[in-house]
């Protein structure tokens, strides 16, 4: 399954907002976000409901990272 996460979002349109950590920790990407839950033992938690397009790909998303 980890192979198809991607395809669950829009990576070309894909927005997010992080909470939980300093602003120099702030993951960029999708893939920030899976490097730092695997190093640094982050727990992520979905805040809210994410939004999608018309393809059901995520297209805006809110965590909050605790760890």
Same mark, same amino acid.
């Given at each position: 399954?980890?192979?198809?996460?991607?395809?669950?979002?829009?990576?070309?349109?894909?927005?997010?907002?992080?909470?939980?950590?300093?602003?120099?920790?702030? $993951? *960029?990407?999708?893939?920030?976000?899976?490097?730092?839950?695997?190093?640094?033992?982050? +727990?992520?938690?979905?805040?809210?409901? $994410? *939004?999608?397009?018309?393809?059901?790909?995520?297209?805006?998303?809110?965590?909050?990272? +605790?760890?």
């Amino acid at each position: 399954q980890e192979r198809l996460f991607y395809f669950h979002f829009d990576k070309d349109k894909v927005k997010f907002d992080c909470e939980g950590l300093e602003e120099w920790e702030l $993951p *960029k990407t999708l893939g920030a976000i899976l490097s730092g839950r695997a190093a640094g033992g982050w +727990t992520i938690t979905v805040v809210g409901t $994410p *939004k999608y397009d018309k393809y059901n790909r995520i297209t805006y998303f809110k965590i909050n990272v +605790t760890y």
